[in-house]
């Protein structure tokens, strides 16, 4: 990605991806209130926007702006039942959006925003794009834990609709450079503001009529960490099994998601050995048929196979690296050319519960129990 240049006035000039993208890159910038007006200007005139969060890269428009949410989608490629998550950058952006906070949301957002936890509430009327909230009665909302994204809200003026900015099916980007590879011939711009640092998006929740918390997607807070703050935690039947037809009420609840474009399965088993041994017969049959071979495995399993692309998620003892890598992990998988994946699957605990959850959603539920 080219460096930000200055003009001989000192004044920050956006450079371009290419011929259609202009990119901000603010990481070593001295003019970052500029260049996110900049963009602000964009978005606030219709345009869609990329820019980096404490999760993924997102790909924002003005919410209320039902033209540029369908340059949103049209964008992604993503089917119009799927839901966007607004996000906003002061709280008194909320109430203008929703008809109702609960005192358990309240407390939820008081205690985890800004940051990873995204909040279906019901929407107020005529507030915002139907597409965002595709037809139903809720909206989900967060605030980002992230200077440059709550900067660019802020500049916008707008609450911004912003689902990951990658094309629809593919793995979301954890970098500008992920961005542009998918989406710079189809988008206003992308702000450059590095590598995102928890890697998987925000957790999703609805809190229930008996205070109970529902998990509709899992992600950067854990569901011990909201086990605090309700009696009940529990995981939306979607999340067990992804057969259910059922509405999504979020982001993730449907269709097949973060995928490689070489086939994939997760091996899971309760012995390294054991999962060691089946992963590398597997290999070697794909190899005989032809195939381009890569393994996702964690650094205390030991692969062993010539001519395979073997990339590390981590350590299973740190399943946030794991988070923080996988969604890069895939993309250089599709760099190699890779056919044929093997991926170790990790204990559902803490954010290990999104790792699996991510690595199914690319695996397309494709799961082998050793």
């Avoid at 071979?293 to 395979?308: R, Y």
Wanted: with cysteine; net charge negative; aromatic share 4%.
């Amino acid at each position: 990605m080219n460096n930000q240049t200055e003009n001989s006035n000192n004044k920050p000039q956006a450079v371009q991806a290419n011929s259609l993208c202009t990119c901000w890159d603010v990481r070593h910038s001295e003019h970052i209130e500029q260049q996110l007006s900049e963009a602000g200007q964009i978005l606030a005139n219709g345009g869609i926007v990329a820019f980096p969060t404490e999760t993924v890269y997102g790909l924002g428009a003005d919410a209320r702006n039902t033209q540029a949410v369908a340059s949103v989608f049209t964008a992604k490629g993503r089917p119009s039942d799927n839901p966007l998550i607004v996000h906003i950058s002061h709280m008194d952006q909320l109430g203008s959006l929703v008809s109702e906070i609960r005192p358990l949301e309240q407390t939820l957002m008081d205690h985890f925003w800004p940051g990873p936890l995204t909040l279906v509430m019901p929407v107020r009327p005529d507030t915002v794009s139907p597409l965002v909230t595709a037809g139903l009665n809720t909206v989900a909302i967060r605030m980002p834990d992230h200077p440059i994204a709550l900067g660019l809200i802020s500049a916008s003026g707008c609450p911004l609709a912003a689902p990951s900015a990658n094309r629809s099916g593919r793995p979301s980007p954890t970098t500008a450079a992920h961005v542009i590879e998918d989406l710079s011939a189809v988008i206003d711009g992308v702000v450059d503001g590095g590598s995102a640092g928890i890697g998987v998006e925000s957790t999703v929740i609805q809190v229930q009529d008996d205070h109970t918390i529902m998990i509709l997607r899992p992600g950067g807070v854990t569901e011990e960490q909201l086990s605090s703050f309700a009696k009940q935690v529990i995981r939306d039947p979607a999340l067990q099994d992804s057969s259910l037809e059922l509405t999504p009420r979020s982001p993730g609840m449907k269709y097949t998601h973060y995928a490689p474009q070489g086939s994939m399965t997760i091996v899971m088993g309760e012995h390294d050995e054991v999962v060691n041994q089946y992963i590398q017969q597997q290999i070697v049959q794909a190899q005989a048929r032809g195939e381009k071979t890569g393994v996702l495995v964690f650094d205390e399993t030991n692969i062993n196979s010539a001519d395979t692309v073997v990339l590390s998620l981590g350590s299973r003892h740190s399943l946030a690296e794991a988070a923080n890598r996988l969604y890069a992990a895939l993309r250089i998988l599709d760099s190699e050319g890779v056919t044929f994946i093997m991926a170790q699957g990790c204990d559902q605990q803490g954010v290990g519960v999104a790792v699996m959850n991510r690595l199914s959603k690319a695996a397309g539920g494709q799961i082998i129990y050793v």
